[in-house]
């Protein structure tokens, strides 16, 4: 029988149909399992079912000479040195379309929170700092009849513009190609930053992503846009997105990703009024991360039998 190992505890129900066909351990200790269990435990494995807190890299792969299958239970698989494991045959499995318009949804909560300063009026009631109504206190953007740039056109992008249409929004969008979308406009990065009022970051994160929110994409932006991130941290740069809310050189932020992951409770991005932070939460309802954890278990199965996994990784997209 295959041997697999789980990096996280998952739900009996979930892992039940892995149990029928391979001998599975499972970490369930607290958090992320530590890298030298990770390590010694894929060393004797022929199948891994991860997630995006372990490190998959050369050392790691280097050591694992009975793996065939990893499959990871998100849709982001930067985590993996892919490249590495196309050149040990070492198939890979992750979550895309499952949960697509989770977050999206999740982008359209954020950005609803920034623009409209939800998160700020919601720490002064609970500060004891509510006073009488005013005018003009705590106004923020609207949604609806704006302009929204969206950079990465993928699955998620996508379910992002869908969203937008409803609140009349008019739909700009950089990618690597354009794509067949009578509704949004494919425009390069420079001019999506520069005419949006609101930008959200859907772009999986590869060498070509990684900083491309920076000083001079920032200064492009409006003063009074927002910056919206469900993708992955590391596609801005941190110090300068500080330096952009501090100045207000853009209006405010709302991150589900950060870099560095998690945010040490004195970093100085969550001293910014002006910056919403959430940890990561972009697909976390309860019926789709069931969804994701079923995928990657049916992944894996078919993976170490053989069969085309349902939600194979291609390196080539
Ligand atoms: C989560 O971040 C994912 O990539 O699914």
């Not at 391979?22 to 991860?50: F, K, Q, R």
């Not at 609140?167 to 990618?175: A, H, K, P, W």
């Not at 959430?278 to 976390?284: D, F, N, T, W």
Request: glycine share 10%; with cysteine.
């Amino acid at each position: 029988m295959d041997r697999v190992y789980v990096t996280r505890e998952l739900p009996e129900r979930l892992i039940d149909p892995l149990r029928q066909v391979t001998d599975v351990a499972m970490w369930d200790g607290d958090g992320p399992v530590p890298n030298d269990v990770l390590v010694s435990e894929t060393s004797t494995a022929d199948g891994l079912l991860c997630m995006i807190t372990d490190a998959i890299g050369p050392s790691l792969l280097a050591r694992a000479s009975y793996l065939r299958v990893i499959s990871q239970m998100a849709v982001g698989v930067d985590n993996i040195d892919t490249d590495e494991c196309s050149r040990r045959g070492i198939l890979v499995g992750h979550t895309p379309g499952v949960l697509t318009e989770t977050v999206a949804d999740s982008a359209f909560a954020l950005l609803g929170a920034a623009a409209r300063r939800l998160f700020e009026g919601e720490r002064e009631v609970r500060s004891g700092k509510w006073g009488p109504w005013e005018p003009f206190h705590l106004t923020g953007g609207d949604l609806h009849n704006t302009t929204l740039g969206i950079v990465g056109m993928g699955r998620i992008g996508s379910a992002i513009a869908r969203r937008a249409a409803g609140y009349e929004m008019r739909v700009l969008y950089s990618s690597p190609t354009s794509k067949d979308l009578p509704d949004a406009d494919h425009v390069p990065l420079k001019v999506l930053l520069g005419e949006s009022d609101h930008v959200v970051l859907s772009a999986s994160l590869n060498v070509a992503t990684r900083g491309l929110i920076g000083a001079s994409e920032l200064r492009l932006m409006r003063p009074t846009a927002y910056l919206v991130n469900v993708a992955r941290g590391p596609l801005v740069n941190t110090a300068d997105l500080i330096e952009a809310l501090l100045s207000g050189r853009i209006a405010g932020a709302a991150l589900d990703v950060t870099d560095p992951e998690p945010l040490p409770p004195d970093h100085p991005l969550l001293s910014l009024p002006n910056c919403l932070v959430v940890p990561h939460l972009g697909s976390a309802s309860v019926r789709t991360r069931n969804a994701m954890a079923a995928l990657a278990v049916e992944n894996l199965i078919a993976g170490l039998e053989g069969w085309s996994m349902p939600a194979g990784f291609s390196t080539a997209g």
